[in-house]
């Protein structure tokens, strides 16, 4: 039976931008080596394990989410939650990164119920006792660093199996702590480790949620701001399927008040989604059931495809980072300000910009314009209030673009950038060939292009072998050349052209060659019947792939080889690469 938790390492500090936070430090965007933290003085032993801590900013309330991760029984966190610096395991690289969360990811101390399980059966549910101890002590260990700049409003915990199971007694001990939770097929908490397969005789979703309220004992009231997401597969015989819909009913109980259920929505990879919200219409619990999946972590396309890990079906980090986010009770979100208008005027070597803008929590504190040309600028103080003019005198002769973007004095927001269109300073220089010139995807017939714009181009022109192979200019930074030969090389080369008609000369040459067009497959059978098939040869007793000449061993009908045809009569030993 398996109840199914991810590295970083400290690099050099970096600043981000982010909202209400003068500066925040960037993580190194990679897993750590293994850490060892709290000593665990029930089970034995001290809990080690990953964290991620990612350099892009967060996307919430200007401070990072952290988020626990918890393995199944037969399962560890180097293994199957990151499964290498790959990140090939549950796939959680991906959604830190989107959100610019921090992730944990322990192992489970001892080895409970004999398969390195959590100890979601424990009758002891005390926050100082056990499991519960170590994994709310790593949790105090982030929170309280200020360089992860955790927000303690969003924490939230998520695990397959007993780490789902683990999961909801987190959220119910320490509902304080534990903004939402992601219970991925665990059985309910108040059953023994005997009683996973089925739901045993008296126990409810009413008798699970008086459990859950009692464990909290006075941090209750921290129910009323907590959203969970329950999800099992419909081929999962391990933990019965009935704990699902069980566990969401006494999330909902815990949680109070009257729920209506939401329209049902459709898994992509096959299932449903059930969301059902309170009387005051917030999204509180969400109950997916994905079609065909056995026991385990639905990781979805990047995460690995074994030992209780399944890449076929959703991606639940995605999922749930996306339903922890958008439904956080705790967090004030407050809207950013928005540009109304922006722009740009010219006189001499003068440039005027311009810009207004709303916010609707207070007024704007600052503007910031960055121009970009032979002389920029990076202006953080440009003005303020509801709108600005200001002027950048001794600009150099050449094209610009530019942006503006405003700073909330209420709040610490910034505003979407509004975008200054291409203006020219002085005479308009020669115009000169794109730069950048780049070979991209390649078929048997055509070969893709793309190039960097050009300064006062209003066009471009492809060349391939030294013939204009467009019409009239293209207005794009890209083009597909079709209508190749296969395994052919050809020379492409850009220009661009003005208002006037006039034309660049032609930038730097690239080459590019089609592919062949050839579709490799790959053969197992008998060293002889290779032979006898034309694919490999025999020499001195031994069969010999042609084409590679490797050896596949000896020539007769007791020795099976794969072997995998390149190319026009070229074979190698092993699959398709």
Same mark, same amino acid.
């Given at each position: 039976?398996?109840?199914?938790?991810?590295?970083?390492?400290?690099a050099?500090?970096?600043?981000l931008?982010?909202?209400?936070?003068?500066?925040?430090?960037?993580?190194?965007?990679?897993?750590?080596?293994?850490?060892?933290?709290?000593?665990?003085?029930?089970?034995?032993?001290?809990?080690?394990?990953?964290?991620?801590?990612?350099?892009?900013?967060?996307?919430?309330?200007?401070?990072?989410?952290?988020?626990?991760?918890?393995?199944?029984?037969a399962?560890?966190?180097?293994?199957?939650?990151?499964?290498?610096?790959?990140?090939?395991?549950?796939?959680?690289?991906?959604?830190?990164?989107?959100?610019?969360?921090?992730?944990?990811?322990?192992?489970?101390?001892g080895?409970?119920?004999?398969?390195?399980?959590?100890?979601?059966?424990?009758?002891?549910?005390?926050?100082?006792?056990g499991?519960?101890?170590?994994?709310?002590?790593?949790?105090?260990?982030?929170?309280?660093?200020?360089?992860?700049a955790?927000?303690?409003?969003?924490?939230?915990?998520?695990?397959?199996?007993?780490?789902?199971?683990?999961?909801?007694?987190?959220?119910?001990?320490?509902?304080?702590?534990?903004?939402?939770?992601?219970?991925?097929?665990?059985?309910?908490?108040?059953?023994?480790?005997?009683?996973?397969?089925?739901?045993?005789?008296?126990?409810?979703?009413?008798?699970?949620?008086?459990?859950?309220?009692?464990?909290?004992?006075?941090?209750?009231?921290?129910?009323?701001?907590?959203?969970?997401?329950?999800?099992?597969?419909?081929?999962d015989?391990?933990?019965?399927?009935?704990?699902?819909?069980?566990n969401?009913?006494?999330?909902?109980?815990?949680?109070?008040?009257?729920?209506?259920?939401?329209?049902?929505?459709?898994?992509?990879?096959?299932?449903?989604?059930?969301?059902?919200?309170?009387?005051?219409?917030?999204?509180?619990?969400?109950?997916?059931?994905?079609?065909?999946?056995?026991?385990?972590?639905?990781?979805?396309t990047?995460?690995?495809?074994?030992?209780?890990?399944?890449?076929?079906?959703?991606?639940?980090?995605?999922?749930?980072?996306?339903?922890?986010?958008?439904?956080?009770?705790?967090?004030?979100?407050?809207?950013?300000?928005?540009?109304?208008?922006?722009?740009?005027?010219?006189?001499?070597?003068?440039?005027?910009?311009?810009?207004?803008?709303?916010?609707?929590?207070g007024?704007?504190?600052?503007?910031?314009?960055?121009?970009?040309?032979?002389?920029?600028v990076?202006?953080?103080?440009?003005?303020?209030?509801?709108?600005?003019?200001?002027?950048?005198?001794?600009? =150099?002769?050449?094209? !610009? %673009?530019?942006? @503006?973007? *405003? +700073?909330? &004095?209420?709040?610490?927001? #910034?505003?979407?950038?509004? $975008?200054?269109?291409?203006?020219?300073?002085?005479?308009?220089?020669?115009?000169?060939?794109?730069?950048?010139?780049?070979?991209?995807?390649?078929?048997?017939?055509?070969?893709?292009?793309?190039?960097?714009?050009?300064?006062?181009?209003?066009?471009?022109?492809?060349?391939?072998?030294?013939?204009?192979?467009?019409?009239?200019?293209?207005?794009?930074?890209?083009?597909?050349?079709?209508?190749?030969? =296969?395994?052919?090389? !050809? %020379?492409?080369? @850009?220009? *661009? +052209?003005? &208002?006037?008609?006039?034309? #660049?000369?032609?930038?730097a $040459?690239?080459?590019?060659?089609?592919?062949?067009?050839?579709?490799?497959?790959?053969?197992?059978?008998?060293?002889?019947?290779?032979?006898?098939?034309?694919?490999?040869?025999?020499?001195?007793?031994?069969?010999?792939?042609?084409?590679?000449n490797?050896?596949?061993?000896?020539?007769?009908?007791?020795?099976?080889?794969t072997?995998?045809?390149?190319?026009?009569?070229?074979?190698?030993?092993?699959?398709?690469?």
């Amino acid at each position: 039976m398996a109840f199914l938790f991810k590295p970083a390492a400290l690099a050099a500090c970096m600043v981000l931008a982010a909202p209400a936070c003068a500066q925040l430090q960037a993580g190194p965007g990679s897993w750590s080596a293994n850490q060892t933290w709290a000593t665990d003085t029930t089970n034995g032993g001290a809990l080690t394990g990953y964290y991620y801590w990612p350099a892009t900013a967060p996307s919430l309330g200007g401070k990072r989410a952290l988020v626990l991760v918890l393995h199944g029984c037969a399962q560890t966190a180097a293994n199957d939650v990151i499964n290498g610096a790959g990140d090939g395991g549950y796939n959680w690289k991906a959604a830190a990164d989107q959100y610019g969360a921090v992730i944990l990811a322990p192992n489970a101390t001892g080895n409970l119920y004999g398969a390195h399980c959590w100890d979601w059966a424990a009758t002891n549910r005390s926050r100082s006792y056990g499991h519960n101890a170590v994994l709310l002590d790593l949790i105090n260990r982030f929170v309280s660093n200020p360089q992860y700049a955790i927000d303690p409003k969003q924490i939230y915990v998520t695990g397959l199996s007993s780490g789902g199971s683990k999961t909801m007694v987190l959220g119910c001990v320490a509902p304080d702590i534990f903004a939402g939770v992601g219970i991925n097929a665990g059985p309910a908490p108040t059953v023994s480790s005997t009683q996973i397969s089925s739901v045993p005789s008296g126990t409810t979703s009413s008798s699970v949620a008086g459990s859950c309220t009692s464990w909290a004992g006075a941090n209750a009231s921290h129910f009323s701001s907590q959203v969970a997401s329950v999800i099992w597969g419909t081929n999962d015989y391990v933990v019965g399927q009935a704990y699902g819909p069980l566990n969401a009913a006494a999330m909902r109980q815990v949680y109070g008040g009257a729920f209506t259920r939401g329209t049902t929505g459709t898994v992509p990879t096959g299932g449903s989604n059930v969301p059902y919200l309170d009387a005051a219409g917030k999204l509180r619990t969400s109950e997916i059931t994905v079609t065909g999946m056995a026991h385990a972590w639905p990781a979805g396309t990047g995460g690995q495809n074994s030992n209780y890990v399944d890449a076929s079906k959703v991606n639940y980090p995605a999922f749930v980072m996306d339903f922890w986010f958008k439904n956080n009770l705790r967090v004030a979100r407050a809207a950013a300000p928005s540009m109304t208008s922006c722009s740009a005027s010219v006189s001499g070597s003068t440039v005027t910009v311009s810009g207004a803008a709303l916010d609707a929590s207070g007024t704007i504190d600052s503007y910031r314009v960055v121009l970009s040309g032979p002389t920029p600028v990076d202006d953080t103080a440009a003005g303020s209030g509801a709108s600005f003019s200001k002027a950048y005198a001794a600009r =150099a002769d050449g094209y !610009y %673009t530019g942006t @503006v973007t *405003a +700073t909330s &004095n209420a709040t610490g927001l #910034s505003s979407p950038t509004c $975008a200054i269109s291409q203006f020219l300073v002085g005479s308009p220089p020669a115009l000169q060939p794109p730069a950048g010139l780049a070979i991209g995807a390649r078929t048997a017939g055509s070969i893709a292009l793309s190039w960097n714009a050009s300064n006062g181009a209003v066009g471009y022109n492809v060349y391939r072998n030294g013939t204009k192979v467009n019409g009239t200019p293209l207005t794009a930074t890209g083009y597909t050349d079709g209508g190749l030969a =296969a395994s052919t090389s !050809y %020379t492409y080369q @850009v220009s *661009a +052209t003005g &208002n006037g008609g006039e034309e #660049s000369a032609k930038s730097a $040459a690239v080459t590019g060659t089609t592919t062949s067009g050839f579709t490799c497959t790959a053969t197992t059978a008998t060293n002889y019947a290779h032979v006898q098939a034309g694919r490999a040869h025999a020499s001195g007793g031994y069969a010999l792939a042609n084409g590679s000449n490797q050896n596949m061993g000896l020539y007769n009908t007791f020795y099976t080889s794969t072997l995998a045809q390149t190319s026009s009569g070229y074979y190698i030993v092993g699959n398709c690469p």
